[in-house]
């Protein structure tokens, strides 16, 4: 699978700084390039048959943004390592075996109480001893929390040392939430009847899946959270300067508004049309779009879907 490269990262940002037509020209195919990337990231998700593959997935793809990359489950007050890449000292079977409290690691348990991506400096006081020494990061350098949400619980936290394009990482641990969950309802719906004692996820109760019915709304639900993450990533990816001037003219849905019709049309033909009940996750990403303020999406935004 063919990945962008850091050069083309630094590319990236590099034409951002810039100001000229030709440049902005320039800025807009390199964008385009990467969405071409990112659009065959997602096509080799869709692949993906249990959650141990989209754990896979998601640290591959992250590589791609931020270097050497770990994945942690949060398991109640407590980090587990699930798996890590591109850390010299970190084989995967220790890894494995790490264990952290989140009394001592506050970066990580700001992160869980947010529910919102977390920057810190990769010290012991800021991601805990045992997490620093498995791996090790320079003096002062940053570290980069980007958290895996499955029905509105944090359940796992992706760990990069190297945050070449934030976006696209918040984009990929969205996408990697909504596929776990969906897989994992699978699962749950296939192993039942032989050991419905041994269906778990940590985060999801498998148990509260009743039925067929039942299993293809989780399912329905988990893509719909997923579709709404993803796009409003996308917004944010691809539209940051327009998204910038849209929240100074407190009109985000001005300056965006044909993508966030295309993303609503779709929204309720595919999700709301099969399913009245699924809630409006699209408008809830929005207002996240707005940092909260519904007001800044502006007076023309026809509010929910709901």
Same mark, same amino acid.
């Given at each position: 699978?063919?990945?962008?490269?850091?050069?083309? &990262?630094?590319?990236?940002?590099?034409?951002?700084?810039?100001? &000229?037509? %030709?440049? %902005?020209?320039?800025?807009?195919? &390199?964008?385009?390039?990467?969405? %071409?990337?990112?659009?065959?990231? =997602?096509?080799?998700?869709?692949?993906?048959?249990?959650?141990?593959?989209? /754990?896979?997935?998601?640290?591959?793809?992250?590589?791609?943004?931020?270097?050497?990359?770990?994945?942690?489950?949060?398991?109640?007050?407590?980090?587990?390592?699930?798996?890590?890449?591109?850390?010299?000292?970190?084989?995967?079977?220790?890894?494995?075996?790490?264990?952290? &409290?989140?009394?001592?690691?506050?970066?990580?348990?700001?992160?869980?109480?947010?529910?919102?991506?977390?920057? #810190?400096?990769?010290?012991?006081?800021?991601?805990?001893?045992?997490?620093?020494?498995?791996? @090790?990061?320079? @003096?002062?350098?940053?570290?980069?929390?980007? @958290? !895996?949400?499955?029905?509105?619980?944090?359940?796992?936290?992706?760990?990069?040392?190297?945050?070449?394009? $934030?976006?696209?990482?918040?984009?990929?641990?969205?996408?990697?939430?909504? #596929?776990?969950?969906?897989?994992?309802?699978?699962?749950?719906?296939? !192993?039942?009847?032989?050991?419905?004692?041994?269906?778990?996820?940590?985060?999801? /109760? =498998?148990?509260?899946?009743?039925?067929?019915?039942?299993?293809?709304?989780?399912?329905?639900? #988990?893509?719909?959270?997923?579709?709404?993450?993803? %796009?409003?990533?996308? !917004?944010?990816?691809?539209?940051?300067?327009?998204?910038?001037?849209?929240?100074?003219?407190?009109?985000?849905?001005?300056?965006?508004?044909?993508?966030?019709?295309?993303? $609503?049309?779709?929204?309720?033909?595919?999700?709301?049309?099969?399913?009245?009940?699924?809630? /409006?996750?699209?408008? $809830?990403?929005?207002?996240?779009?707005?940092?909260?303020?519904?007001?800044?999406?502006?007076?023309?935004?026809?509010?929910?879907? /709901?």
């Amino acid at each position: 699978m063919s990945q962008p490269s850091q050069e083309l &990262s630094q590319l990236i940002r590099q034409i951002e700084d810039r100001v &000229s037509i %030709e440049v %902005e020209a320039a800025g807009f195919r &390199s964008r385009r390039t990467l969405g %071409e990337q990112l659009n065959q990231m =997602m096509r080799r998700l869709r692949q993906c048959g249990s959650t141990e593959q989209v /754990d896979t997935w998601v640290l591959d793809s992250a590589a791609s943004f931020g270097g050497p990359a770990a994945l942690f489950e949060v398991a109640g007050a407590r980090l587990r390592g699930v798996r890590s890449r591109g850390f010299p000292t970190a084989g995967s079977e220790a890894f494995e075996e790490l264990e952290a &409290s989140l009394d001592d690691a506050p970066a990580f348990a700001h992160s869980i109480q947010e529910r919102e991506p977390v920057v #810190a400096i990769g010290t012991e006081a800021e991601i805990s001893k045992r997490i620093a020494d498995a791996l @090790p990061n320079a @003096p002062g350098e940053k570290v980069y929390l980007f @958290p !895996m949400v499955i029905q509105e619980k944090v359940v796992a936290i992706l760990y990069v040392t190297q945050a070449s394009d $934030r976006a696209a990482l918040e984009l990929l641990t969205g996408a990697a939430a909504g #596929a776990a969950q969906i897989v994992a309802s699978e699962q749950s719906a296939g !192993m039942r009847q032989a050991a419905p004692e041994l269906i778990a996820i940590e985060g999801v /109760d =498998m148990r509260a899946h009743v039925g067929a019915t039942d299993i293809r709304r989780q399912a329905l639900e #988990a893509r719909a959270r997923w579709f709404a993450r993803t %796009e409003v990533a996308r !917004m944010r990816l691809f539209r940051r300067r327009a998204l910038e001037r849209g929240r100074v003219e407190r009109n985000i849905y001005r300056v965006l508004r044909p993508e966030i019709e295309a993303a $609503r049309r779709t929204y309720r033909q595919h999700y709301l049309a099969v399913s009245p009940v699924i809630a /409006d996750y699209l408008h $809830r990403e929005l207002v996240s779009l707005a940092n909260g303020d519904v007001n800044l999406l502006g007076p023309e935004y026809p509010g929910s879907l /709901d």
